[in-house]
């Protein structure tokens, strides 16, 4: 029998984004405890920001009509404005006030001439010439203009968008309930961390590093450890999974042969399909619903699980998180070494990015691109995205590559 014809990339991400729906349910929280949460809501500004015109520099508040095209100009200062202590009153022509950084810029003045560019005797100021009106001001609301849309539902809140929201005078927000996310390994070789190995065991690696992609996704995690080849025990997963999560999401046994007792099991709890994915590592992706969960079978490699992850299963639980659709950063670097590669499949091989004093990105493989081995992986900092079409890569030759990790 011939294996169905593999399913590019795009395809598989565009069915997924087709088939999954936003979970229901939100939370108040508190700003504090918002950092990597999904808002709920639409933002508006309720008030101009900053809220009052105030002065960018330490110096004197003065009518700008006053600046003097050549020689100089002597003004009175007639009092003091600093931040949090406007002064009272208005400036009128031939008045100045002195300010600092921050300070309400007091009415009738609409220009800032620097302390360092004036001088003082007594209590008159004298300004030469060069000024410009207008100038060293900061005007209400130049950040946010109140009922302007600040945030949008969707955003992933960063430590930036935490501050604009204390910034318009919020305490608390409204972010989407967390994805509540079942995991388990399948195999009868597999081994917690910790355990004694028997012949033709090996350590559960899987579980640990989709542990940790998930916590960085912020859902909740619910690890159901390892669950052995046999029909019972997987069948106990399954419902114990769905009954709880949002998601169940298996590592292993995905692959044609191996997949009988997942795949009967599904077919009798839900519907699953086999998804052969044009990409490596990864290719074997079982994808479908158990209860009202839906499913993701990753493949048991560690490599092929963990780009499979990123790569597919991330983006769908995003969408799934009520996430706006992101697209992760992708540059162009010079590739210093060879890397070999068969057309037909996007290849996502594990780089070492770096930057050269000149600036040039360059990058080159971190070692054995087999799809069980972890220690090059663990090396890399980056993807080395090789189209379907490549043929191989040149010494010199510019790649795409995708950070791993940038400022969040
Ligand atoms: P499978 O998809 O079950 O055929 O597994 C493919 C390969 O990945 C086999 O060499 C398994 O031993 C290995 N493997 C499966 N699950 C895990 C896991 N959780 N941790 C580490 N290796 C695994
Ligand atoms: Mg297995």
């Given amino acids: 029998m011939t294996p169905p014809p593999l399913l590019p990339l795009e395809d598989a991400l565009a069915r997924l984004e087709e088939a999954v729906q936003p979970i229901p349910g939100y939370e108040q929280v508190v700003l504090n405890d918002a950092l990597g949460r ?80 004036v001088g003082l005797e007594g209590e008159t100021i004298s300004i030469g010439p060069h000024h410009k009106a207008g100038q060293h ?156 969960a839906l499913f993701f079978g990753l493949p048991g490699n560690p490599i092929s699980a963990m780009v499979t992850f990123y790569q597919i299963v991330q983006p769908a639980l995003q969408q799934q998180m009520g996430m706006e659709k992101s697209s992760p950063l992708r540059l162009h670097a010079v590739c210093s070494c060879p890397l070999k590669k068969r057309p037909g499949r996007t290849e996502f091989q594990r780089g070492t990015l770096q930057r050269e004093e000149n600036g040039r990105l360059v990058v080159s493989s971190s070692g054995a691109q087999g799809s069980h081995i972890l220690s090059s992986m663990s090396r890399a900092n980056c993807f080395i995205v090789l189209p379907a079409e490549s043929a191989g890569v040149q010494p010199g030759e510019v790649v795409e590559v995708q950070p791993f990790a940038g400022l969040i």
């Fill in 137 to 292: 001001v900061r005007h209400a609301g130049e950040d946010l203009a109140r009922g302007q849309r600040v945030l949008s539902r969707g955003r992933l809140l960063t430590p930036a968008d935490l501050g604009s929201l204390a910034s318009l005078g919020f305490a608390e927000t409204r972010v989407k309930r967390r994805l509540r996310v079942a995991f388990f390994s399948t195999g009868d070789e597999l081994r917690p961390a910790g355990a004694t190995l028997a012949a033709g065991e090996i350590y559960d690696s899987n579980r640990y590093t989709l542990h940790a992609m998930l916590s960085r996704l912020g859902v909740e995690l619910i690890d159901m450890g390892v669950v052995r080849d046999r029909r019972d025990a997987v069948e106990h997963a399954f419902l114990d999974a769905a009954a709880i999560a949002d998601t169940v999401i298996t590592s292993g046994g995905a692959s044609v042969g191996e997949a009988d007792y997942v795949s009967e099991t599904l077919a009798r709890l839900g519907r699953v399909d086999f998804w052969r994915i044009a990409i490596k590592p990864g290719k074997p992706l079982a994808f479908g619903t158990v209860g009202n």
């Fill in 38 to 117: 999904i808002l709920d809501e639409d933002i508006h500004s309720p008030i101009d920001v900053p809220p009052h015109t105030n002065s960018a520099m330490d110096g004197y508040a003065i009518c700008g009509s006053d600046l003097p095209t050549e020689g100089e100009t002597t003004l009175q200062v007639i009092g003091t404005s600093s931040a949090g202590h406007p002064f009272e009153g208005t400036v009128q022509p031939g008045q100045s006030v002195r300010i600092m950084t921050g300070a309400m810029l007091p009415p009738g003045a609409d220009t800032v001439v620097m302390q360092e560019h």
